[in-house]
């Protein structure tokens, strides 16, 4: 039978059931997409054959002798509610109230995490009356090291209402409910994304390999079948990347038993942030921990379990100068001692351990801190620990590639790959933040794109990306921005797709919380750019987007833009704010007198050389560009011609 693109269940892992069970993103309630193949899959006694019914559509597969069936029925219109029944001669399973209408996926990390209840106005959604037309499904939080044919825990659909909808995505939820609005259909929204994630945790092994990490995918294969060896490859990798970085000759490394870095006395186990010295309020960067214990012969010629408690945000550990683990997710670590490596007398523990956000350090509690004999027996670890600052911080540490939020891959396997084929009318996708700072994120959002839309078998898949808002102490002075680079990626990617778009998000920051809680106009504005994308409705799909930049008379610039809903406009003053002009050279750029017009901006020379022009280069920017419909313009740099 020829695999249509589809709304799919995928297989189960059980196929000696009584009756044939479907599994994956269908349950009661559920949503599928219309005017595209329904791919129904699952289990069933080995060979037999399985009839589904969904409404008008019907089809028939027999199962393959792992009791594997996948069934493909024609395409519907919206409409329903139909019960999807499927039937062989080991029995019947039904799925009751079934939807045919637009179903849309929305992914990333804790701005599309955060709920309706979180975010700002949630009494208007908790005190509305439901919407049975509108269906939400949550994914768990899960991880992988392989890709799940089936969800670890089964989603159930839910109809939007004042008990359900609090809990869901509000960035997702406000998409769905205005694109009810809109596209008068049944809506079902798909969410599955993780606070913290970077985008190489939703990126398939393929995906990884498209996109130059062809080491990382080798190594969580690894760690899936070996995972002490793939602990020594990744600790190889660490050190390395440790002596290029500091200049350190082997031998001479902190971890090893002879460091002599400047070690002071913990004050407690905890974040460091509660230590009185006042330099670690704020701290973030990179800490040495270093302590020494004491064994007997028999404690010695043991194997062992180390265990650290919690560390945030990532350790790399060595014992008597040889890596035990590392891991870069909020769990305790419990890290194996092979027999041979503890030694009678004095043993050294080191602990690198780096911090990006919020808290960091050893948190314990101390009492989860201890050294486990195979006997039974242990001694505590919770005290006795001292700590050195390093002269100069590296920069962010190579991740391991099985954690969660920063592996590569196993978001993807857990709670992306067990969707098979599922048809979608479109993908939201809010992350980002977590990529700040890190080269490459072109070239890794259009693999996971190109990726995705294998998977769900369109080639034309939309994806609505919301550029990142706004976080931070506003810019007073032009500089660099890894938040900048990160939006101008996604604004290069959405120029270069053709289904693509880009939600401007620049007036809904909040400078003192990376969690903005305005979420509707998020929503909305994720839902203007479906309707264009996905129905073709005659509106801009953001705010303003710069197409070109070229020079006129009197070294002056003029920027033009697309996507202009009437004209340009400027708030607060005549000025457009956050223009820069630059030269080829890093540190060029200056801010630049700019004036909006009709779909153009003219900016003023200065009489100094001119390659490229900016526009919100900042985490923060002061910016008050908009159109007649006040939606801001997009940040941007593009070369001068």
């Given at each position: 039978?020829k695999l249509l693109?589809g709304?799919?269940i995928?297989?189960?892992?059980?196929p000696?059931?009584?009756?044939?069970r479907v599994a994956?993103?269908?349950?009661?309630?559920?949503?599928?997409?219309?005017?595209?193949?329904?791919v129904?899959?699952g289990?069933?006694?080995p060979?037999?054959?399985?009839?589904?019914?969904?409404?008008?559509?019907?089809?028939s597969a027999?199962?393959?002798?792992?009791?594997?069936?996948?069934?493909?029925?024609?395409?519907?219109?919206?409409?329903?509610?139909?019960?999807?029944?499927?039937?062989?001669?080991?029995g019947?399973?039904?799925?009751r109230?079934?939807?045919?209408?637009?179903?849309?996926l929305?992914?990333?990390?804790s701005?599309?995490?955060?709920?309706?209840?979180?975010?700002?106005?949630?009494?208007?959604?908790?005190?509305a009356?439901?919407?049975d037309?509108?269906?939400l499904?949550?994914?768990?939080?899960?991880t992988?090291?392989?890709?799940?044919?089936?969800?670890?825990?089964?989603?159930?659909?839910?109809?939007?209402?004042?008990?359900?909808?609090?809990?869901?995505?509000a960035?997702c939820?406000?998409?769905a409910?205005?694109?009810?609005?809109?596209a008068?259909?049944?809506?079902?929204?798909?969410?599955?994304?993780?606070?913290?994630?970077?985008?190489?945790a939703?990126?398939?092994d393929?995906?990884?390999?498209?996109?130059g990490?062809a080491a990382?995918?080798d190594l969580?294969?690894?760690?899936?079948?070996?995972?002490?060896?793939?602990?020594?490859?990744?600790?190889?990798?660490?050190q390395?990347?440790?002596r290029?970085?500091?200049?350190?000759?082997?031998?001479?490394?902190?971890?090893?038993?002879?460091a002599t870095?400047?070690?002071?006395?913990?004050?407690?186990?905890?974040?460091?942030e509660?230590?009185?010295?006042?330099?670690?309020?704020?701290?973030?960067?990179?800490?040495?921990?270093?302590?020494?214990v004491?064994?007997?012969?028999?404690q010695?010629?043991?194997?062992?379990?180390l265990?650290?408690?919690?560390?945030?945000?990532?350790?790399?550990?060595?014992l008597?100068?040889?890596?035990?683990?590392?891991?870069?997710?909020?769990?305790?670590?419990?890290?194996?001692v092979?027999a041979?490596?503890l030694?009678?007398?004095?043993n050294?523990?080191v602990?690198?351990?780096?911090?990006?956000?919020?808290?960091?350090?050893?948190?314990?509690?101390?009492?989860a801190?201890?050294l486990t004999?195979?006997?039974?027996?242990s001694?505590p670890?919770?005290?006795?620990w001292?700590?050195?600052?390093v002269?100069?911080?590296?920069?962010t540490t190579p991740?391991?590639p099985?954690?969660?939020?920063?592996?590569?891959?196993?978001?993807h396997?857990?709670?992306?790959?067990?969707?098979?084929?599922?048809?979608?009318a479109?993908?939201?996708?809010?992350?980002?933040e977590?990529?700040?700072g890190?080269?490459?994120?072109t070239?890794?959002?259009?693999?996971?794109m190109?990726?995705?839309?294998?998977?769900?078998?369109?080639?034309?898949l939309?994806?609505?990306?919301v550029?990142?808002?706004?976080?931070?102490?506003?810019a007073?002075?032009?500089?660099?921005?890894?938040?900048?680079?990160?939006?101008?990626?996604?604004?290069?990617v959405?120029?270069?797709?053709?289904?693509?778009?880009?939600?401007?998000?620049?007036?809904?920051g909040?400078?003192?919380?990376?969690?903005?809680g305005?979420?509707?106009e998020?929503?909305r504005?994720?839902a203007?750019?479906?309707r264009?994308?996905?129905?073709?409705?005659?509106v801009?799909?953001?705010?303003?987007?710069?197409t070109?930049?070229t020079?006129?008379?009197?070294g002056?610039?003029?920027v033009?833009?697309?996507?202009?809903?009437?004209?340009?406009?400027?708030e607060?003053?005549?000025t457009a704010?956050?223009?820069?002009?630059?030269?080829?050279?890093?540190?060029?750029?200056?801010?630049?007198?700019?004036?909006?017009?009709?779909?153009e901006?003219?900016?003023a020379?200065?009489?100094?050389?001119?390659t490229?022009v900016?526009?919100?280069?900042?985490?923060?920017?002061r910016?008050?560009?908009?159109?007649a419909?006040?939606l801001?313009?997009?940040?941007?740099?593009?070369p001068v011609r």
């Amino acid at each position: 039978m020829k695999l249509l693109v589809g709304a799919v269940i995928l297989a189960s892992a059980t196929p000696t059931l009584a009756a044939p069970r479907v599994a994956g993103a269908l349950s009661d309630r559920a949503v599928v997409q219309r005017d595209q193949a329904i791919v129904v899959a699952g289990t069933a006694q080995p060979g037999e054959t399985v009839s589904v019914v969904l409404g008008p559509a019907s089809g028939s597969a027999r199962a393959g002798a792992d009791g594997v069936f996948r069934v493909a029925l024609p395409p519907l219109p919206a409409g329903g509610p139909f019960d999807l029944i499927v039937s062989a001669r080991s029995g019947v399973s039904v799925l009751r109230d079934l939807l045919v209408g637009d179903v849309y996926l929305c992914s990333g990390q804790s701005n599309m995490e955060m709920t309706v209840a979180q975010s700002q106005n949630a009494g208007a959604v908790q005190g509305a009356p439901g919407d049975d037309q509108l269906r939400l499904l949550t994914i768990e939080k899960n991880t992988g090291l392989t890709p799940l044919a089936r969800f670890a825990q089964q989603p159930q659909w839910v109809a939007a209402g004042p008990q359900t909808s609090p809990n869901f995505s509000a960035a997702c939820f406000y998409m769905a409910q205005e694109l009810r609005r809109t596209a008068k259909v049944p809506i079902g929204a798909v969410h599955s994304s993780w606070g913290g994630s970077q985008i190489t945790a939703w990126m398939s092994d393929a995906a990884q390999r498209a996109a130059g990490r062809a080491a990382e995918a080798d190594l969580l294969k690894l760690y899936a079948r070996d995972p002490a060896a793939a602990v020594q490859v990744a600790a190889q990798r660490w050190q390395a990347w440790w002596r290029e970085k500091s200049g350190d000759a082997p031998g001479r490394e902190p971890w090893q038993p002879g460091a002599t870095l400047d070690w002071t006395p913990v004050p407690s186990i905890g974040f460091y942030e509660t230590w009185p010295d006042p330099k670690f309020a704020t701290y973030k960067g990179m800490l040495w921990y270093r302590l020494e214990v004491t064994l007997t012969p028999e404690q010695a010629r043991q194997a062992a379990t180390l265990q650290l408690g919690l560390i945030d945000d990532v350790d790399q550990t060595w014992l008597n100068g040889k890596p035990v683990g590392g891991t870069s997710n909020w769990q305790p670590r419990v890290y194996p001692v092979p027999a041979g490596m503890l030694v009678p007398g004095r043993n050294v523990l080191v602990v690198n351990n780096q911090n990006a956000y919020s808290h960091g350090g050893l948190a314990g509690p101390a009492d989860a801190m201890k050294l486990t004999f195979a006997d039974g027996s242990s001694i505590p670890l919770g005290t006795g620990w001292r700590y050195a600052v390093v002269d100069k911080d590296p920069g962010t540490t190579p991740p391991v590639p099985w954690g969660d939020t920063t592996s590569s891959g196993t978001l993807h396997n857990a709670m992306i790959a067990p969707l098979g084929p599922t048809a979608f009318a479109g993908v939201a996708w809010y992350q980002g933040e977590s990529d700040t700072g890190m080269p490459g994120y072109t070239t890794r959002l259009r693999a996971l794109m190109a990726d995705w839309r294998r998977q769900f078998g369109r080639a034309d898949l939309p994806f609505a990306l919301v550029s990142l808002a706004p976080f931070g102490r506003p810019a007073t002075a032009p500089g660099e921005s890894g938040t900048a680079y990160v939006r101008d990626a996604q604004r290069q990617v959405a120029e270069s797709d053709g289904n693509a778009a880009v939600a401007i998000t620049l007036d809904l920051g909040d400078a003192y919380d990376i969690h903005p809680g305005e979420k509707a106009e998020v929503g909305r504005r994720l839902a203007r750019a479906m309707r264009r994308l996905v129905y073709r409705d005659p509106v801009a799909p953001s705010g303003p987007r710069a197409t070109s930049a070229t020079f006129v008379t009197n070294g002056q610039v003029v920027v033009r833009f697309a996507d202009v809903d009437g004209a340009l406009r400027t708030e607060s003053g005549a000025t457009a704010l956050g223009f820069e002009l630059c030269g080829a050279a890093a540190g060029t750029c200056r801010y630049a007198v700019a004036r909006a017009g009709g779909a153009e901006v003219t900016i003023a020379g200065d009489g100094q050389p001119v390659t490229r022009v900016r526009y919100a280069w900042a985490d923060t920017p002061r910016v008050n560009l908009v159109d007649a419909a006040a939606l801001p313009a997009g940040p941007f740099e593009l070369p001068v011609r």
